[in-house]
């Protein structure tokens, strides 16, 4: 399996051969759909929170007496019936969201949405991007991309710089373009690659060595 390697300018380099371990997997939607809801799960904060009867402040003594007055019975005004009193069955922050999942599985579905997003032609591989730790030089660099068939909506859409190792120029350069985003390629997983449309490999042959580690 062969791709196509460009320079910063949108220009071919060279070829360069893929992987079929990881390029060449079959697409396993009901595997890659268990993952991203474990993974999403995993993200989730528990923010949300109200107030039971027995925390809701106030309300220790009765309303009225029990007997004689006619009326319902009612031991505290900060009953769910009251106005101002606990919520029934509401959310709470201490409900915890997290999932296990496999990491097998989470490799695994990695690898069929990578090569997923082969197939459908939304992965460019670009040779090195030369990071001068300017924005203007970052967004300079994906319109030229942008000029490579088949990716002319890659400044348009979300688009996921993988590189294989940190680079502080690089994080400068691109932390403030408006829809790019960037991360290791140890760092990576099925989430976050359905989360963008475009996937850019820089410094392909060095991404891969650290996916193949992973297999």
């Known amino acids: 399996m062969t791709t196509t390697v460009y320079n910063e300018k949108g220009d071919v380099a060279k070829k360069l051969e893929l992987p079929e371990e990881?390029?060449?997997q079959p697409w396993n939607a009901?595997?890659?759909?268990?993952v991203v809801t474990a993974l999403s799960s995993n993200k989730r904060a528990s923010l949300?929170?109200?107030?039971?009867?027995?925390?809701?402040?106030?309300?220790g003594k009765r309303p009225w007496a029990q007997k004689g007055t006619g009326r319902a019975r009612h031991s505290t005004i900060r009953s769910p019936l009251w106005r101002g009193g606990g919520i029934t069955?509401?959310?709470?922050?201490?409900?915890?969201?997290?999932?296990?999942?496999?990491?097998?599985?989470?490799?695994k579905a990695l690898m069929s949405v990578l090569s997923g997003k082969l197939r459908d032609n939304e992965i460019i591989f670009v040779d090195k991007i030369s990071s001068s730790?300017?924005?203007?030089?970052?967004a300079n660099t994906i319109k030229a991309l942008a000029k490579v068939?088949?990716?002319?909506?890659?400044?348009?859409?979300?688009?996921?710089?993988?590189i294989s190792k940190k680079d502080e120029k690089f994080?400068?350069?691109?932390?403030?373009?408006?829809?790019?985003?960037?991360?290791?390629?140890?760092?990576?997983?099925?989430?976050?690659?359905?989360?963008?449309?475009?996937?850019?490999?820089?410094?392909?042959?060095?991404?891969?060595?650290?996916?193949?580690?992973?297999?």
């Open 22 to 24: 990881i390029f060449g």
């Open 30 to 34: 009901d595997l890659v759909h268990q």
């Open 48 to 59: 949300a929170h109200t107030k039971g009867r027995g925390v809701v402040r106030g309300g």
């Open 171 to 215: 994080w400068r350069s691109f932390k403030n373009l408006p829809r790019t985003s960037f991360d290791e390629a140890r760092n990576i997983n099925a989430l976050k690659l359905l989360e963008n449309k475009f996937l850019v490999f820089v410094e392909p042959e060095n991404v891969l060595d650290v996916l193949a580690s992973k297999i």
């Open 149 to 162: 068939k088949g990716f002319e909506k890659l400044a348009a859409k979300k688009t996921y710089l993988i």
């Open 133 to 138: 730790g300017k924005t203007k030089d970052a």
């Open 89 to 107: 069955h509401g959310p709470s922050n201490e409900k915890v969201y997290k999932k296990d999942i496999n990491a097998k599985m989470k490799i």
